[in-house]
């Protein structure tokens, strides 16, 4: 059996996001709750518009706050999903979560890929 790694793209423009299947979240928390959204562990910074968010939630939640950043496509602006990073305490500091539209990605093709490798290689002069 061959593993392959997938790369996406923003589904709206084509850009690449440099997400890759190998950094999916596939311990299955949020995945089993909402299933229209894929979680990522890490994405590139550089590939994302960062717009943050701070919401009131319902009294009966357990927070009465909470903080996410509304992650963009950094080429055409298209809201691509959202990240939560929380900061409890120092000591008990959670990973960030990235969790991502399926309907906002779409797979690199393999052609895409070799031509995004070929732009980052640096030229010899």
């Not at 299947?21 to 590939?47: C, M, P, Q, W």
Request: hydrophobic letters at 40%; glycine letters at 6%; charged letters at 25%.
């Amino acid at each position: 059996m061959i593993i392959s790694t997938v790369t996406y793209c923003c589904g709206a423009c084509g850009y690449d996001l440099k997400l890759s299947s190998l950094a999916r979240d596939t311990a299955g928390g949020a995945t089993r709750r909402r299933r229209s959204v894929v979680v990522f562990e890490a994405i590139d910074d550089t590939r994302f518009g960062h717009l943050d968010e701070f919401r009131c939630l319902d009294v009966r939640a357990l927070r009465l706050f909470a903080r996410r950043t509304r992650l963009l496509c950094r080429k055409c602006g298209a809201h691509l999903g959202y990240g939560y990073h929380e900061h409890d305490t120092a000591a008990d500091s959670k990973a960030p979560r990235y969790h991502i539209k399926i309907r906002a990605l779409h797979p690199a093709s393999p052609k895409d890929a070799a031509a995004a490798a070929a732009d980052a290689a640096p030229l010899d002069a």
